[in-house]
């Protein structure tokens, strides 16, 4: 019969030690509940300053392009 550890006991088998202290998340029953915050304003703000540099440089690109083909003709 294995000498198996109850669940709230954080246990590593393959090292026999215990390593609550290592790890990233809250481990025991008292700990702090993790909650995702609403990160959509955090995104779409990022996203509209990516399209508006992606934007920029795509217009900077055309212009010299433009200006090339005149010069060449």
């Known amino acids: 019969m294995s ?3 109850p ?3 954080v246990f590593n088998s393959d090292n026999n030690t215990y390593d609550a202290h290592l790890k990233p998340y809250a481990t025991s029953v008292g700990a ?5 915050e609403d990160t ?3 995104k ?3 996203v509209n300053k990516v399209n ?5 440089k795509f217009l900077e690109l ?3 392009y433009d200006k090339m083909l ?3 003709e």
């Open 3 to 5: 000498n198996k550890k």
């Open 7 to 9: 669940d709230n006991v």
């Open 32 to 36: 702090p509940v993790i909650t995702v």
């Open 40 to 42: 959509v304003a955090w």
């Open 44 to 46: 779409n703000r990022s």
């Open 52 to 56: 508006h540099k992606i934007k920029s």
């Open 62 to 64: 055309k212009a010299e």
């Open 70 to 72: 005149e010069e060449y």
